[in-house]
């Protein structure tokens, strides 16, 4: 099998609906992990939404693989990832924050690196020197950013804590779109955020329905019900 027909198989395989996550990374391990990453990556830019999210996820725990076997190999994957969302790439960088989130989620190394990074596009670029946020602009890129965070927060709430990102994700708690308002209630609930009780109680009546892919399926919600649950964790720490 040359390399075109074993990057088709891969795109297949992650494709299909029949199998479960666990299933389809079981048969990836028979690949090398940088062949798998480097098929991957074009199904981070597909539409259908099954494929792209089914991607991010074997993404993550191909990038973590090769980490364990070759740590510098995974930093270029994760400097692709960063260069692609620089407008100097040329490209948009599809899929480049939750990628880069979910590697970090599957490899405490590379989240200890690289979270520092991935808070950076949620900030701006400051005036003094070493203020060099790389606030995203790009409304769907910035859903990306938000899942990111939000799954980050999952597993890894305190290297996000221990960076001060707190403040940067309070503002997206009031941001029109509500797919990214609904992904700051999750983050903002699993950093045992205080500030964010006041835009939390506020969303609670907010009826806007979202789809979020968490943990390999798709829950459909509202944006209130996030909020309530974000506010449940936050009164767990009184």
């Known amino acids: 099998m040359n390399r075109r027909q074993r990057k088709q198989t891969m795109l297949e395989l992650i494709g299909r609906v029949d199998l479960s996550l666990e299933d389809v990374l079981a048969q990836l391990a028979a690949y090398q992990a940088q062949d798998v990453i480097n098929a991957l990556f074009p199904a981070l830019c597909r539409t259908e939404a099954h494929l792209r999210w ?38 948009i960088g599809w899929g480049a924050p939750e990628s880069m989130a979910e590697s970090m989620v ?54 996000l804590l221990e960076r001060n990102a707190g403040p940067d994700l309070l503002p997206y708690l009031l941001f029109a779109d509500a797919e990214i308002r609904s992904l700051a209630c999750i983050a903002a609930g699993n950093l045992r955020l205080d500030r964010a009780q006041e835009p939390l109680t506020r969303l609670v009546g907010d009826d806007a329905t979202v789809n979020l892919y968490i943990q390999d399926s798709f829950i459909t919600t509202t944006v209130g019900e996030l909020a309530q649950a974000a506010l449940d964790k936050l009164g767990d720490t009184v």
């Open 54 to 91: 089914r991607a991010v996820s074997c993404m993550g725990r191909s990038v973590a693989r090769l980490a364990d076997e070759n740590p510098e190999a995974a930093r270029v994957v994760m400097r692709r990832f960063l260069w692609s969302l620089n407008d100097e790439s040329g490209g």
């Open 106 to 159: 599957q490899h405490e190394l590379l989240a200890q690196e690289y979270a520092h990074m991935l808070i950076s596009y949620m900030r701006e670029d400051g005036d003094e020197l070493y203020q060099d946020g790389n606030y995203l602009e790009h409304p769907l890129l910035q859903r990306g950013l938000l899942w990111g965070v939000a799954r980050l927060s999952s597993c890894r709430p305190q290297i």
